[in-house]
């Protein structure tokens, strides 16, 4: 006989205030994500267009989770969680992608930022001391 289906998330936290929490957490990542792109002038145009565009979906994924758990029901959440599955997968296939290319096309210029990246931050430490 099958187990009754809990409709909690971590054994203690109701589905819609999990949905909720996980929401506020993907957009402050996607607020962040277009934020410290933006700041960052080393950045190629390609880069900040595409964190914009990383970002926008990371704030319609947190839209569409507050008002998944806004309408009550859970067929609607677990459309969300669904869709949350589906950007995670897709998130970690383009930047497994984006590190293949850094690796192997891009190999001069990712290996000038961490040169620079690491000298700025030796050079940090040491007026630090």
């Keep these: 006989m099958a187990h009754p289906h809990k409709r909690q998330?971590?054994?203690c936290i109701p589905y819609r205030i999990g949905v909720i929490i996980i929401s506020c957490f993907v957009a402050i990542f996607g607020g962040l994500s277009?934020?410290?792109?933006?700041?960052?002038e080393r950045s190629?145009?390609?880069v900040?267009?595409?964190s914009y565009i990383g970002g926008a979906i990371y704030i319609l994924l947190a839209i569409s989770g507050c008002l998944a758990a806004?309408?009550?029901?859970?067929?609607?959440?677990c459309y969300f969680s669904v869709f949350w599955w589906i950007a995670t997968l897709l998130t970690?296939?383009?930047n497994t992608l984006a590190i293949t290319l850094?690796?192997?096309?891009f190999e001069g210029y990712a290996r000038d930022v961490c040169f620079e990246t690491l000298t700025e931050a030796f050079d940090f430490m040491a007026r630090s001391c």
């Design 70 to 77: 806004q309408y009550k029901t859970y067929k609607i959440v």
């Design 44 to 46: 190629s145009m390609e």
């Design 102 to 105: 850094y690796l192997t096309v």
């Design 92 to 94: 970690i296939l383009l």
């Design 9 to 11: 998330c971590i054994d």
């Design 34 to 40: 277009i934020g410290l792109q933006g700041a960052d």
């Design 48 to 50: 900040k267009v595409s």
